[in-house]
């Protein structure tokens, strides 16, 4: 992944600016097939997905000159040996799943319209095939917990945020889908 201010210059905090052998555009290393990325508005955390070959679908917290194991690792099993580097350390993705839950990760957003709701704080995303949506919490980077929380009329193809932090879903057709997280509550008893 490359960082560029808008004018194209490279922002001078870049963790490989002067490196040796390094890009200096360059902000973390190790993806493969990234498919879009969300800013956290309360704590400003980039999360991102990718796909695996394999099924080893990510969902991914960035962190500043961080190497997330493309293609030595995919989700969280070892892939290849082949770009393997000595004394190299991986970040893991908060969350993996296989193709038993799914074939492709659509990127969402983290929810923070109410306060209130159980939902506050947790990211939404879904996977495109099955169209099921997620919630899934974590604690720096290490997944806590993650439900299926409903499953969108189309096939989920990305997420959108209006100004007051509501969450909608777009689906294959075309048709864009308000999430109600009224009553629903995120440890299960009810759904959006």
């Avoid at 990325?37 to 980039?46: E, R």
């Avoid at 695996?52 to 493309?70: A, F, L, T």
């Avoid at 969450?167 to 759904?191: E, K, Q």
Wanted: proline letters at 6%.
């Amino acid at each position: 992944m490359i960082r560029l201010h808008d004018d194209g210059r490279v922002p001078e905090d870049n963790p490989f600016v002067g490196k040796p052998g390094w890009k200096a555009e360059k902000f973390d290393l190790g993806h493969r097939n990234q498919q879009g990325a969300a800013i956290n508005p309360k704590t400003g955390a980039l999360w991102t997905h990718e796909h695996g070959p394999q099924g080893g679908d990510e969902v991914n917290i960035i962190r500043r000159g961080g190497n997330y194991g493309w293609n030595v690792f995919e989700g969280f099993e070892p892939f290849s040996n082949k770009y393997r580097r000595a004394g190299e350390n991986y970040i893991s993705p908060v969350f993996a799943y296989t193709r038993k839950y799914g074939p492709s990760v659509t990127c969402g957003f983290v929810y923070r319209a109410n306060p209130a709701s159980s939902f506050y704080g947790t990211y939404i995303f879904a996977d495109y095939q099955t169209a099921r949506i997620f919630a899934l919490t974590q604690d720096h980077g290490a997944l806590t917990q993650i439900r299926q929380i409903a499953k969108a009329p189309e096939r989920a193809v990305s997420f959108g945020r209006d100004n007051q932090g509501e969450l909608y879903v777009v689906g294959y057709d075309g048709t864009i889908y308000l999430m109600d997280f009224a009553g629903a509550d995120f440890n299960g008893r009810t759904r959006p």
